[in-house]
Nanobody, 128 residues
């Protein structure tokens, strides 16, 4: 059974950095696209970033472009989200998720419904 575990969340001051990791087990996700989403209470889950199976193409929400970087290591079955210049608005629970890497997914990478595997999330809190 596939399992995704996020780590690296925590409390950081505005302007600081965090690096989130997503470790997958139970199956290989080397042919899957991977995305990071975030959610605050009372709001819908928001797409943050995604990358294709090979990591060649990356996608970012406008709100994080230039500050966040997504990466993956297929040999280790892991993905990461480097978050720099953090803002209080970045406070949320962050989730990693995997989706079958298709042309259709690449055009709708920001839709949570396109992902079949999800982690439990890690809390990121940015203080002002």
């Amino acid at each position: 059974q596939a399992q995704l575990v996020e780590s690296g969340g925590g409390l950081v001051q505005a302007g600081g950095s965090l690096r989130l990791s997503c470790t997958a087990s139970g199956r290989s996700f080397s042919s899957y696209g991977v995305g990071w989403f975030r959610q605050v209470p009372g709001k819908a889950r928001e797409a943050v970033a995604a990358t294709t199976a090979t990591g060649t193409d990356t996608f970012y929400a406008d709100s994080v472009k230039g500050r966040f970087t997504i990466s993956r290591d297929n040999a280790k079955n892991t993905a990461a989200l480097q978050m720099n210049s953090l803002k209080p608005d970045d406070t949320a629970v962050y989730y990693c998720a995997y989706a079958v890497d298709t042309l259709g997914w690449r055009t709708t990478w920001n839709y949570a419904s396109g992902y079949g595997y999800w982690g439990q999330g890690t809390q990121v809190t940015v203080s002002s």
